[in-house]
Structure formats: C-alpha cells, structure tokens
C-alpha cells in the first residue's frame, strides 16, 4: 500500500472520529430528564435517552466505580471493595478505560484507576424485574474498554432487557503473575468475577433480575466467559452464557509461560532481584506507564505474541481463579445453557499482505505461526490440505485458503475443543451458530478493506464482525439504514440473544426460523446470514475439524 494512500486512510478515519465524538457532544449538552437511585455505595444518577432504531426509552448510568481504584499496593492485588461516596454521584460519563497502548492514537492510553461499570436500563412499563445481560469486551487481554463508543447496547435494549459493560484490568497490569498474593495472576478476571458479584448484588435497585443474569463477550471477552465456566469462584453466579469467537484452548487466550514473561519484564524494567516479593516491591514504585510501554507489541499481529493473558495460579497464592490448567477445569465446568459460534472469517482479523506468498513457499513461516517446530510430513499436510493445486496467482481462491488456515488455527479448531467438552456434558443445552453475514456495518471487515484493498474479494464476516449487529459502534458512526438487510440482522441477533437471556430459549414466535439446540450426536448450527438465515445440519467446518484432528492425533504419535 503507498504511503500516499495510507495517509488517506489515517486522516479518512481521524475525520470520522472527530465528527462523531463533537455529535455525541451536542448529545450530551442537550438538558435531559434525571434519574436517581439508592444503592449500597450511595446515590446514583443517571440520564435519560431514546433508542436509535425503535425511540425508546431508557436510563444510561455511566461510570459506575465496582471497586476501588487498584493502585499504590492494590497495583497487582485482586479487587477490593469500593468505599462508596457522600451525595450524589452524577453517572453521566464513562470512567477511564484500563492503561493500554492504543491502536487508534499509537500511543498508551487509560488510567490506573479503571474500574468502573455502565448500566443501561429500559424504561418500558413491566411489573417483572428484567433479565440482565453483563457484556465483557475483547482485545486479545491487552485493548479495549466498555467505552459507549464501541458498545453503545441500543439494539438490545430495544428488547426489554438490562445491559452491562464492564472494564477490567489488561496486559501486565491486568495479568502479571509471579506466583505470590502480591501479584498472583489473572487479576483482570478477578475483576470482572467482582464487577458480576456487583451486578447480583445491586441489579435489582435498577429493576433487574438478580436471578437472571446472563454473561457474554467477544473474542477475549468470550474466553472470560469460558474462564467463568471454567472457575468455582464464579458458579452460581450467572444462569446462562454466550460465548463469540474465543474460549480458553485459544492459543492466544491462556500462557505456561507466565513466569518468564513475569521475570522479563522486571529485568527489562531494570530489576535486578530474583525473589518475587522483592521484584513485585519494586514494580511498585515504577510508573504503570513503563510497564505498559513494554507490554506494546511492535509490527505484529500474530495472536500468539500476548504474554500477558490468563495463567494458572499456583500453590502459593490463597485465592485462586484458576486452580487448574483448562483441560482440568472442564471436567467440573458449571453447567448453565449456552450460545456459542464463530465467524466465517475469522482469519481476517490476523493476516497480511506480507505473509501471503511466504505462507505458500516456506516451511520456515508455517513453523513460525504454529510456533511449533512440525516435521516436513505435517507441514505437507497442511499445505496439501490448504492450498492443493493453488500458487500464487490463485487470486481469491488463495486469499481464502490462507484466510481459513488462520481462522483455523487462532479460533476455529479451539473453538471446536470447547465447544465439544461442553455437549459431552450433556446438561443443559447448547446453542451453535456461524455468523457470515457480509453486510455494510461489518465495521472490522470494513476498516481491514481500507488498510488492505487486497483483501476485497472476500466475502464473509471478519472476527468481531457481529458486534456491530448487537451494539451501536458510536466512534465510527456505523448504523443500519432503514428498513435494510443489515437493520434486519441487528432485529434478529438482537431477539435471539435477548430471548436466550430472558428464558434460555432463543425463540420466538415472531422470528422466521427455529434455532434448534445442537448435540454430540446430532450436530447443528445456525447459519447467521441476514434475510437467509437458516438452521443447518451436520458439524460447523466438518472437513478442518476432522484435519486437525487428525494432526493432534499424528503429533501425540510422533511424540510416544
């Protein structure tokens, strides 16, 4: 791509998120009817506002501190208790989101002191508490934050439920782990099991069910489900799960090498202690900034380079999240109905153009991306199986087939791991889908096709594509236009999710298809794919599960 064209695409963007942040000013400056409510901490108030699609009302409160701040000696500690404030907390604007380095501005963003919660809740006149659906954003464990400007939840609100987004600790901040109570590990999803034992306690003051709490995410947000799955800290918690394109056995969600992460960034921090109480003294007294500034990963975008992402905790911390390795864990994983899918193209999110004619050629570069040192019958396979008969020029034949292997091997071929553990448990039921959807608001696929025009041939939905089928993306501005396929969609996934979290049951009368629960025996999915929706028979990826499979299985024979 020129550098002509890239500067383009920089200020095109720039533009967009100027325009729509002084729009979502005006918005704010508009005088609005209040809302006040009592909790434990104190007293809230929140705003007023109207859907987009359906003008209905609801209640927004931003900005809701679940625990205090984690810093000074709470740097590395599991979250504490907010204290709670004297008169009236004006719950107008998002807290700050979690330190990380931004990939919008290229430079380190957010605050120490991040965890904070938004509650949107539906006005409608019903004498029942509402069900309570508690989202947890994505970004590999290292991005993101439940800012209103990627998870605006109107679609969903249209549907009579209460929405909550969630920040939690990321990167080193949010994960280091070195084994002790001073800095145990997983300390992010600490947070987030704090922010749903907030929810469960306080909901109900904001009319929600406190019995009825669904949890869902995308992406890391969707192996922190899993994770919740998986942890006895969280059962009984939440009655149901949703789970978009992640769970644990993700190469790029769960790391055996926290403890050399740990020790590398303390010496590159210049730390020259070995015992771990004397390092995590001293990551105390350095600037969060520096730490994080170490976390950032340069001119890549393989999955697998995170260091800072969920661990084991081990033998010497007193409280832990996860006991166990996730192989473990799923023998005794809580047993509550689920959603869960990928996208079609999920490979989009984590290729480019620079890998493409090396992906075909080189051994080396297979290698490297398995970060696995396979033997040259493996790899023939893989190449054999990907791209049989197709070289360079194959065009969008080729782009497809590398787009598949990385599909394959960052979420696909785990997912189905998953996914499998839970139908064997055969308790509650489970819910498939494949999101293909190709419509104008795929914000993810969208943003790529500027960055890499040699991906527009593709058709399909780019991983985090169906986000923006369930929330309002408000930075970019993306939204259906009337009465279009895409404002259709967004009807639709929005009622199938509602549904699930108001009764476990994704259907309704009013839909057009029947989703029908999957099992071990008789695999099914749902084919989300606009107007064509339908159910369809038989195991999602069928041929590259059964491949990989059948390489595991080649690998632990080699290996005897």
Same mark, same amino acid.
């Given at each position: 791509?020129? @550098?002509? *064209?890239?500067?383009?695409?920089? *200020?095109?963007?720039?533009?967009?998120?100027?325009?729509?942040?002084?729009?979502?000013?005006? %918005?704010?400056?508009?005088?609005?009817?209040?809302? #006040?409510? $009592?909790?434990?901490? +104190?007293?809230?108030?929140?705003?007023?506002?109207?859907?987009?699609?359906?003008?209905?009302?609801?209640?927004?409160?931003?900005? $809701?501190?679940?625990?205090?701040?984690?810093?000074?000696?709470?740097?590395?500690?599991?979250?504490?208790?907010?204290?709670? *404030?004297? !008169?009236?907390?004006?719950?107008?604007?998002? +807290?700050?989101?979690?330190?990380?380095?931004?990939?919008?501005? @290229?430079?380190?963003?957010?605050?120490?002191?991040?965890?904070? &919660?938004?509650?949107?809740? /539906?006005?409608?006149?019903?004498?029942?508490?509402?069900?309570?659906?508690?989202?947890?954003?994505?970004?590999?464990?290292?991005?993101?934050?439940?800012?209103?400007?990627?998870?605006?939840?109107?679609?969903?609100?249209?549907?009579?439920?209460? $929405?909550?987004?969630?920040?939690?600790?990321? @990167?080193?901040?949010?994960?280091?782990?070195? !084994?002790?109570?001073?800095?145990?590990?997983?300390?992010?999803?600490?947070?987030?099991?704090?922010?749903?034992?907030?929810?469960?306690?306080?909901?109900? =003051?904001?009319?929600?069910?406190?019995?009825?709490?669904?949890?869902?995410?995308?992406?890391?947000?969707?192996?922190?489900?899993?994770?919740?799955?998986?942890?006895?800290?969280?059962?009984?918690?939440?009655?149901?799960?949703?789970?978009?394109?992640?769970?644990?056995?993700?190469?790029?969600?769960?790391?055996?090498?926290?403890?050399?992460?740990?020790?590398?960034? =303390?010496?590159?921090?210049?730390?020259?202690?070995?015992?771990?109480?004397?390092?995590?003294?001293?990551? &105390?007294?350095?600037?969060?900034?520096?730490?994080?500034?170490?976390?950032?990963?340069?001119?890549?975008?393989?999955?697998?380079?995170?260091?800072?992402?969920?661990?084991?905790?081990?033998?010497?911390?007193?409280?832990?999240?996860?006991?166990?390795?996730?192989?473990?864990?799923?023998?005794?994983?809580?047993?509550?109905?689920?959603?869960?899918?990928?996208?079609?193209?999920?490979?989009?999110?984590?290729?480019?153009?620079?890998?493409?004619?090396?992906?075909?050629?080189?051994?080396?570069?297979?290698?490297?991306?398995?970060?696995?040192?396979?033997?040259?019958?493996?790899?023939?396979?893989?190449?054999?199986?990907?791209?049989?008969?197709?070289?360079?020029?194959? !065009?969008?034949?080729?782009?497809?087939?590398?787009?598949?292997?990385?599909?394959?091997?960052?979420?696909?071929?785990?997912?189905?791991?998953?996914?499998?553990?839970?139908?064997?448990?055969?308790?509650?039921?489970?819910? %498939?889908?494949?999101?293909?959807?190709? !419509?104008?608001?795929?914000?993810?696929?969208?943003?790529?096709?500027?960055?890499? /025009?040699?991906?527009?041939?593709?058709?399909?939905?780019?991983?985090?594509?169906?986000?923006?089928?369930?929330?309002?993306?408000?930075?970019?501005?993306?939204?259906?236009? =009337?009465?279009?396929?895409?404002?259709?969609?967004?009807?639709?996934?929005?009622?199938?999710?509602?549904?699930?979290?108001? #009764?476990?049951?994704? @259907?309704?009368?009013?839909?057009?298809?029947?989703?029908?629960?999957?099992?071990?025996?008789?695999?099914?999915?749902?084919?989300?794919?606009?107007?064509?929706?339908?159910?369809?028979?038989?195991?999602?990826?069928?041929?590259?599960?059964?491949?990989?499979?059948?390489?595991?299985?080649? $690998?632990?024979?080699?290996?005897?």
């Amino acid at each position: 791509m020129s @550098n002509l *064209w890239r500067t383009f695409v920089k *200020w095109r963007f720039i533009a967009t998120i100027m325009f729509n942040k002084f729009k979502g000013y005006l %918005s704010n400056i508009v005088p609005r009817k209040k809302m #006040t409510i $009592i909790i434990e901490q +104190g007293t809230l108030q929140g705003i007023h506002y109207k859907t987009q699609v359906s003008n209905k009302p609801f209640v927004s409160f931003l900005g $809701i501190p679940y625990a205090k701040p984690p810093v000074g000696n709470l740097r590395f500690k599991p979250p504490v208790k907010h204290p709670g *404030w004297s !008169g009236i907390l004006k719950a107008f604007s998002v +807290g700050n989101m979690c330190m990380q380095y931004s990939l919008l501005n @290229n430079k380190i963003s957010g605050n120490e002191d991040c965890l904070y &919660l938004n509650i949107f809740v /539906p006005q409608e006149e019903l004498k029942e508490k509402k069900a309570v659906m508690v989202f947890i954003h994505g970004g590999a464990f290292n991005n993101g934050s439940a800012t209103s400007d990627f998870y605006s939840p109107e679609y969903l609100i249209d549907e009579n439920v209460i $929405i909550v987004t969630i920040n939690y600790r990321l @990167n080193a901040l949010g994960f280091l782990n070195f !084994g002790i109570d001073e800095c145990p590990g997983n300390m992010g999803l600490k947070d987030q099991l704090f922010a749903i034992k907030w929810v469960k306690a306080n909901i109900t =003051a904001f009319g929600g069910d406190d019995q009825n709490i669904t949890i869902f995410g995308e992406s890391a947000g969707s192996a922190s489900v899993h994770c919740h799955m998986l942890s006895p800290q969280s059962t009984g918690l939440f009655q149901k799960a949703i789970m978009q394109s992640g769970c644990m056995f993700n190469s790029w969600a769960f790391t055996e090498k926290h403890r050399e992460a740990a020790s590398k960034l =303390a010496k590159n921090l210049g730390c020259v202690k070995d015992d771990p109480k004397e390092v995590v003294q001293f990551l &105390l007294s350095v600037p969060a900034i520096d730490i994080v500034k170490l976390t950032k990963i340069e001119g890549k975008t393989d999955f697998q380079d995170y260091e800072f992402i969920p661990s084991v905790e081990s033998e010497g911390v007193s409280d832990k999240f996860l006991p166990a390795h996730p192989e473990i864990l799923v023998k005794t994983a809580s047993t509550v109905p689920v959603i869960i899918g990928i996208n079609n193209m999920e490979g989009l999110i984590s290729f480019g153009e620079h890998k493409m004619k090396k992906i075909l050629k080189d051994t080396e570069e297979i290698n490297e991306l398995f970060q696995s040192n396979y033997s040259k019958e493996i790899i023939n396979e893989v190449k054999n199986f990907y791209f049989n008969g197709c070289n360079v020029e194959c !065009g969008t034949t080729r782009l497809e087939n590398i787009c598949h292997l990385y599909s394959d091997l960052y979420f696909s071929k785990d997912f189905h791991r998953s996914y499998d553990h839970i139908l064997k448990q055969n308790i509650s039921p489970v819910y %498939s889908y494949e999101f293909k959807f190709d !419509g104008e608001i795929n914000i993810c696929k969208t943003i790529l096709f500027y960055l890499r /025009p040699t991906f527009e041939p593709l058709k399909g939905a780019c991983h985090a594509d169906e986000l923006s089928y369930l929330f309002h993306g408000r930075l970019f501005g993306f939204a259906p236009k =009337a009465n279009s396929p895409e404002l259709r969609m967004c009807k639709t996934m929005s009622k199938l999710w509602t549904n699930f979290a108001k #009764t476990g049951n994704p @259907n309704s009368h009013d839909l057009k298809f029947e989703w029908r629960n999957t099992s071990a025996e008789e695999p099914k999915y749902l084919s989300l794919d606009g107007d064509n929706t339908h159910m369809v028979v038989g195991l999602l990826n069928s041929s590259r599960v059964r491949f990989w499979e059948n390489i595991s299985e080649t $690998i632990r024979l080699q290996q005897k």
